[in-house]
DNA sequence: TTACATGCTGTTATATTATAACAATTCTAA
DNA sequence: TTAGAATTGTTATAATATAACAGCATGTAA
């Protein structure tokens, strides 16, 4: 049988769904998600949800909180999505993975006055995007 | 000035929801607010939602995506919500606006290689604040 | 070997968040 | 004063997410 446990594999249903939303143009909400992979015998919520669950723990996918819809991570910086960035077309709905050193550095090193320091961050940006303005 | 307005003045409505939302201490959710406007005449979540939204487009108030809860606007300088921050207290949950001017300017005048021209942005950052960690 | 801990799976039911659709009323500008 | 816009009230339902329970597979320790 296949080893379930090491650290860079995914299990079954975790492998189907990451597959799903790596092919996908779009972010992918839950529901969605769930009715693409009733077919592989996934039929309730919370199989999905628990899979998204640990794709976002372990970085493979990033959640689009204003959306709630899920995209697979693009860029080899965001070491397990401490520090993500999107943009998004307000218009088309496009979602595109922001991938700048730059930023993210000065974000990560960003502190707040009040003493808090910052695990992590989420920015998005939203706009038109090319085709639509 | 073609039109005037009643642009500085809320609805009732309006008014009771951003009375309790301002004088919160902490996020408040739309469930949450529902529950404690009944007594004022609100009854259905449409109501709540409705003057959510309107809150929100004039920028008295803003929403915490990654809680789906809401704040009043503690800051003179993001004016209609164009250029939100906010820390976020894993522990606690307590969420305090971002108020930093380099941090705005810098992300407002950012600009995406992918040519997008970004109208406006939310950033939230998750971390431990001073009593938590 | 057995026992146990852990992680994944499957399932039913339910909780939480948000909107559709329609009618009535009030406010505002001309 | 009157038309259009904004707001209100209401019922129903859609969309998003989790609780709670049980079973199975694998790795590790005794």
Redesign the interface.
Known sequence: MTRMHKENSLSKNQQIIFDLIDKSPEPLKAYTILYNVQKKGINAPPQVYRALDKLVEVGKIHKI??KNAFVACKNSDCEISKATAF?I??SCEVV?E?S?IK?SK??SS?N???????????????????KC?
């Open positions: 909180e204003s943009s077309c307000e595109d922001i700048d930023l000065y974000l960003f707040h006055k009040k003493g808090m320091k910052f695990k992590r961050f989420n920015l998005e940006f939203f706009g038109l995007c090319k303005k």
